[in-house]
C-alpha cells in the first residue's frame, strides 16, 4: 500500500493523490485504507516516513565533514527528484487536521533526531564543542536546502552540499589548542 501511494504521490503530485486510486492500484478496497490510516493526510505521511528512512540513510564516514557533506549531499539528491520534492511540500504545507499535523511534526522530529546522531558521533569523537546542541545542527545544515528548493525554487548546486558542510562545521568545532 506504501508503494503505491509513493508511486502515485511521484506521478500525481500531493494535491491530485485518491485514496481510490491508491487503493485501485494496490489491489485493496478503500475502506481497507481508511480503516488503517484515517485519512489521505496520514497515509501519505506514512510512506513518506517509510520512504526517508530508505531514501535519506544516515551516514557514518568517521568524521565530522563526511558525514555532515554525506547528509547534506543525499538531501539535496532527494530534494532535486520530483517524489522528493512532493514530499518536502507535503511536509512543508500546515494543515487544520491536528492528527495531520501531530504525524506531521512526527515525522520532522524522528528525522532530525536521526540526523542528530552525525554530530553528537563528533562530539564524542572531539571533533565539536562538547556544548553542541546536535539537532539544531542539523537543522543549520537542511534549512538551506529546502528554503532553496521550496521557497526559492532554485537548482540545489553540486557543491551545495559540501559548501554548507563546511559552514555548519566550522561553527560547532573545538577550538585548536
Not at 503505491?4 to 494496490?26: F, M
Not at 514530499?87 to 487544520?96: E, F, G, H, M
Request: glycine share 4%; charged share 25%.
Amino acid at each position: 500500500m506504501l508503494d503505491s501511494t509513493l508511486a502515485l504521490l511521484a506521478e500525481k503530485g500531493v494535491d491530485r493523490l485518491a485514496i481510490a486510486e491508491v487503493a485501485a492500484q494496490a489491489g485493496v478496497h478503500e475502506t481497507s485504507i481508511y480503516r488503517r490510516w484515517g485519512t489521505r493526510e496520514k497515509l501519505m505521511l506514512d510512506a513518506i516516513l517509510s520512504l526517508s528512512e530508505t531514501e535519506l540513510p544516515i551516514p557514518d564516514r568517521g568524521s565530522l565533514i563526511g558525514d555532515l557533506t554525506a547528509l547534506a549531499a543525499e538531501l539535496c539528491r532527494y530534494m532535486s527528484s520530483p517524489l522528493g520534492l512532493a514530499v518536502a511540500r507535503l511536509l512543508s504545507t500546515p494543515s487544520t487536521d491536528q492528527a495531520v499535523e501531530d504525524t506531521r511534526a512526527q515525522v520532522w522530529n524522528s528525522r532530525i533526531a536521526a540526523a542528530a546522531v552525525v554530530v553528537q558521533r563528533a562530539v564524542d569523537r572531539g571533533e565539536a564543542r562538547a556544548d553542541t546542541d546536535p539537532p539544531f545542527v542539523v537543522e543549520m545544515l537542511v534549512a538551506p536546502i529546502h528554503w532553496r528548493a521550496l521557497v526559492l525554487e532554485r537548482p540545489l548546486e553540486p557543491d551545495l552540499a559540501a559548501r554548507l558542510a563546511a559552514v555548519v562545521a566550522d561553527g560547532i568545532r573545538r577550538p585548536r589548542a
